[in-house]
C-alpha cells in the first residue's frame, strides 16, 4: 500500500509558476516510478510527467515539455512539479501516482493515486 498527498495548487495568473508536491507514504519510496497526471473539467485524464525510482529519468508530455520539471528527494520520501510559464490550459486537477512497471505514460499502468491538487491559471 502507498498513500499520496498533493499539495501546492492554487490560482495563479498566466505566465506564472508553481511548484506542486507530493508526500508518499507506506512502501519503500525507491522502489517505484512517480507520475504526475492531470484532468480538466470534461476532459480525460492526461499524462504530465514521470520520474524513475533513482530520479536521472524522466519523460514529459509534448504539451509541457520544456516548460514543467519533475523531480523526487527519496530520502523526504516525495516528488515534485515545477511548473514555469503557466497556460490557461494548464488549468487542472493535477494527481500523483506510483508505478511499479518501468516508466510508464498511461495511467491504467499506476497503481496507487493521490486526491489531487487544483490548479487554476487566469488569462
Known amino acids: 500500500q502507498v498513500q499520496l498527498v498533493e499539495s501546492g495548487g492554487g490560482l495563479v495568473q498566466t505566465g506564472d509558476s508553481l511548484r506542486l508536491s507530493c508526500a508518499a507514504s507506506?512502501?519503500?519510496?525507491?522502489?517505484?516510478?512517480m507520475g504526475w497526471f492531470r484532468q480538466a473539467p470534461g476532459k480525460e485524464r492526461e499524462f504530465v510527467a514521470a520520474?524513475?525510482?533513482?530520479?536521472?529519468?524522466?519523460v514529459y508530455a509534448d504539451s509541457v515539455k520544456g516548460r514543467f520539471t519533475i523531480s523526487r528527494d527519496n530520502v523526504k520520501n516525495t516528488v515534485s512539479l515545477q511548473m514555469n510559464s503557466l497556460k490557461p490550459e494548464d488549468t487542472a486537477v493535477y494527481h500523483c501516482?506510483?508505478?511499479?512497471?518501468?516508466?510508464?505514460?498511461?495511467?491504467?499502468?499506476?497503481?496507487?493515486w493521490g486526491q489531487g491538487t487544483q490548479v487554476t491559471v487566469s488569462p
Open positions: 501516482a506510483t508505478s511499479f512497471q518501468g516508466l510508464p505514460t498511461t495511467g491504467s499502468l499506476y497503481d496507487y
Open positions: 507506506g512502501r519503500t519510496f525507491r522502489t517505484y516510478a
Open positions: 520520474v524513475g525510482w533513482g530520479g536521472s529519468s524522466t
